[in-house]
C-alpha cells in the first residue's frame, strides 16, 4: 500500500525551531519529487516547498523562504522540513505529498499523507 | 488573495450536473497544467484531476476537467451525498515560481 506518514508536529513558542518528518512506503521513494503543502485551520491549502528525487532542485514559497529547509534521505525512504524561526501564521496542518514526476514543474501530488499539526504559541 | 480564483461555494440537487470554475492568468494556467483536489470533511486532500483532463486510476468518470487559455473548470456530473467537499484548483506559476491553489469551493449537495 502506498502511503505517507508524517511526524514531528506539536506546540512550539514563537522563535523557536520544529523538524517535520515524513516517512514514505510502497512505491520508490527516489524516483518521485517530493513537497509540503500546509492548511491553518479553516483555510485553503498552500504550497510550502518541494524537491526534486535527486535534491538537485528545490523550491519553496515566499512565506517560509529563509526560514524553512526541505530535505529528503533516499536511503531511509524519508522526506524532512526543518522549519525555524517559527511564526504564529505558520501553525497549520503540515502534508506530505508525492509528485507524479521526479522533478520539474509538469507534475501533481497525487499521494498526501494524513498531516501532522503545527501550532506556534506562546 | 489567492492567485488563483474560485467561487467559494456552489450548490446543486442531487443526480444533476455543477461546474467549478479555476481562474488565473497567463503565467500560470496558460501556460502550465491545472490540478484539481478533492478534500472531504476532515481528510486529506485527494488528487482528482491532474494535467487539465486526466483521471488518477480509482476516479470515477463523473468528474471531468478541462482547460481553456486561462481558465479552467471541473465537472460533477450526477451528483451524490458524497460530492460534498471542499475542491482546489492548482497550477505552476511562472513568474512566482511556486505551486499556487484556488483558494477553494466548497461544494453543497441540496
Known amino acids: 500500500e502506498v502511503q505517507l506518514v508524517e511526524s514531528g508536529g506539536g506546540l512550539v513558542q514563537p522563535g523557536r525551531s520544529l523538524r517535520l518528518s515524513c516517512a514514505a512506503s510502497g512505491f520508490t521513494f527516489d524516483d518521485y519529487a517530493m513537497h509540503w503543502v500546509r492548511q491553518a485551520p479553516g483555510k485553503g491549502l498552500e504550497w510550502v516547498s518541494g524537491i526534486s528525487w535527486n535534491s538537485g532542485s528545490i523550491g519553496y514559497a515566499d512565506s517560509v523562504k529563509g526560514r524553512f529547509t526541505i530535505s529528503r534521505d533516499n536511503a531511509k525512504n524519508s522526506l524532512y522540513l526543518q522549519m525555524n524561526s517559527l511564526r504564529a501564521e505558520d501553525t497549520a496542518l503540515y502534508y506530505c505529498a508525492k509528485g507524479l514526476a521526479a522533478a520539474g514543474t509538469n507534475d501533481a501530488f497525487d499521494i498526501w499523507g494524513q498531516g501532522t499539526m503545527v501550532t506556534v504559541s506562546s | 488573495q489567492s492567485v488563483l480564483t474560485q467561487p467559494p461555494s456552489v450548490s446543486e440537487a442531487p443526480r444533476q450536473r455543477v461546474t467549478i470554475s479555476c481562474s488565473g492568468s497567463?503565467?500560470?494556467?496558460?501556460?502550465?497544467?491545472v490540478n484539481w483536489y478533492q478534500q472531504l470533511p476532515g481528510k486529506a486532500p485527494k488528487l482528482l484531476i491532474y494535467?487539465?483532463?486526466l483521471l488518477p486510476s480509482g476516479v470515477s468518470d463523473r468528474f471531468s476537467g478541462s482547460k481553456s487559455g486561462t481558465s479552467a473548470s471541473l465537472a460533477i456530473s450526477g451528483l451524490q451525498s458524497e460530492d460534498e467537499a471542499d475542491y482546489y484548483c492548482a497550477a505552476w506559476d511562472d513568474s512566482l515560481n511556486v505551486w499556487v491553489f484556488g483558494g477553494g469551493t466548497k461544494l453543497t449537495v441540496l
Open positions: 497567463s503565467s500560470n494556467i496558460g501556460n502550465n497544467a
Open positions: 494535467y487539465d483532463d
